[in-house]
Each structure stands twice: as C-alpha cells, then as structure tokens.
C-alpha cells in the first residue's frame, strides 16, 4: 500500500488482470496518492510478486474475500475499486459480496451479459436497434452479428486454451523466454490494439506493442520471468471456467455507484438498455415470457 500524507481522498484498491501486472499500474499511482488517495495494489494470488496458492479452489470469488480480508486488516472499512480485465471480474465479486464496503467500483473491461440477456438484446436489436442501443456506435459493435461472432472466436481463443490446458502452456513460457515472449507477449499486444478487421493478425499486434512501448511490455514479462509465475498465474482461468461462471452471472449491485468505461475497442460493450437495473431486468423477463409462450403456441 503507498500512504499518501495529505489524506484528502480515501483508500483505492486497484486489481489488475492478466496477462498484465501492477506494472501497469506505476504510473498511475503516483499521481493519486499525490492527488490524497491511499492507493493499495495487489497481485494476483500467484502471479508476480504474491506468493501460489497451494490448493486448488482459489478462484476469482475466493480472491474477492481475500481481497476484502485484506483492505479489512489494512484497517480501511470503506473504499473504492478500480478493476481492469480480472480485476473487473473480481471487484465485481466483491461489490456483490460486500456492498456495505465498497463505496464506488470503476471498471475497464465490461462484462459479458449473461447469456439469456445478451440473445435478447441481441434479437431484439436486430429488429428495434434504437429500443435496444442509445448510440450507433452500440450497434455497430454488436451487429453485423457475425463479425461480433467471429472477432470473439478469434481473440477469444487463449481464454479457452488456458482454462483447460494451462499448465500444459505454462512448461514452455517458464523453460524459455521465446515461449514467455511468445505468448504472453502477443495476448498483451493483441488486447492492446485496436484490432482492426482490415488489418493482419501481425499487423495488429505490432500496434498494440507501439501503443504501450517496448519498455513497458518488456518491464511485465520481466515480472513473470524472475517470479517463474507465468504458469501459476493462468490458473485463475480453469478456477473461473470451471467454479465461477455460473454465480458471477448473478452478481448485482444494488446502491453502489458503478462507472464502467465503455471504450472503443473493448471486446463487450455493456448497453444502457440492459445494465442490470430492477427495471429493465423485469422488462427483459416480460420480453423473455412473451417470447416462450409464442414458441409454445407455434410447437
């Protein structure tokens, strides 16, 4: 944790995601705790610099309540999480776990919609875009629906691979630095990109690697490198996968004040329509209903 001396602001937790580090986090720090914030930034339960968990079940909920644990014993009772990629996933799950915590979470990354959601907006802005989609940059990011189909098929391919044969990718990246560089190296500068449709996979990756500079990328390799982390650190994918997913889709935030930003090239764009408020969560269950007793009547 860095303490800042003037405290006019209060404690910030920030989480980070993978395959990035609290190397991303360097330059921002220093700027909030100048600005009176208490700034506390962990790693990721085997990843860098905080030591492996030595059973398996640690997944993003369990992280959560560490992460609560944590602040707890810090002695800071109330404070704010920013959270990017997992650390989106997480400081969701600790919101939803302890609301009366947490007084304001901000996300980077935004998370899929729960599956029955996502069809129905997506079937819906189909026919009724302006019902579903407040901007035309909504729609041009979920529709066609088989560009969207498509780009996450391709880009997704590394979550499904670490989820099921991590250890198995991990060997190479912590033999050889080729294999760290390798792989870690082209997911940063994949996510980092704009990842332009018209441009080649290489093509991209080079401007995700130009959009951060060389020193950078090379300082987070350079932590999972000398940890000897980077197998370790892809296992928070099988414990999410394989424990996690199901609950995270029922994770809700009632009174917590949630600011999420909504950038160009994020994978998931989570729409005004459908954000999780008791409003539109009934509207989508009467749309739902309608939809299932139309179905009926067809059978």
């Known amino acids: ?56 079940g640690v997944s993003p909920f369990i992280i959560a309540a560490v992460y609560a644990s944590l602040m707890q014993r810090l002695g800071y009772s109330r404070y704010v999480v920013h959270g990017g990629d997992w650390g989106s996933f997480i400081g969701q799950m600790l919101t939803s776990l302890y609301p009366e915590r947490v007084s304001g979470l901000h996300l980077t990354f935004n998370r899929p919609l729960p599956g029955i959601r996502l069809l129905v907006q997506t079937l819906i802005g189909t026919i009724l875009p302006g019902l579903v989609y407040s901007t035309k940059k909504e729609e041009d990011h979920m529709h066609p629906i088989s560009g969207l189909s498509e780009k996450t098929y391709k880009q997704g391919a590394y979550f499904h691979a670490q989820s099921c044969m991590g250890d198995s990718i991990g060997y190479g990246m912590t033999d050889s630095p080729t294999g760290l560089i390798g792989w870690i190296g082209a997911c940063y500068a994949l996510a980092s990109s704009s990842r332009d449709p018209t441009k ?85 269950t009467f749309v739902i209903s309608i939809m299932l007793k139309m179905l009926s009547r067809t059978l």
């Open 1 to 56: 944790a860095v303490v800042s001396t003037q405290s006019t602001g209060g404690p910030i937790l920030l989480l980070h995601g993978w395959p990035s580090t609290i190397v991303e986090f360097y330059k921002t720090i220093p700027d909030l705790v100048e600005q009176g914030y208490t700034v506390v930034a962990p790693c990721l339960p085997g990843c860098g610099f905080t030591p492996s968990p030595r059973v398996p």
């Open 200 to 284: 080649t996979m290489e093509e991209n990756m080079d401007e995700g690697l130009e959009n951060f500079g060389i020193d950078h990328v090379c300082a987070m390799l350079d932590v999972f490198w000398c940890t000897r982390s980077a197998q370790v650190s892809m296992r928070i994918y099988n414990e999410f996968y394989w424990r996690d997913l199901k609950a995270f889709q029922s994770t809700y935030f009632k009174d917590t004040p949630v600011g999420i930003a909504n950038f160009k090239n994020e994978l998931f764009h989570l729409t005004r329509w459908v954000s999780g408020s008791p409003p539109m969560t009934r509207v989508v």
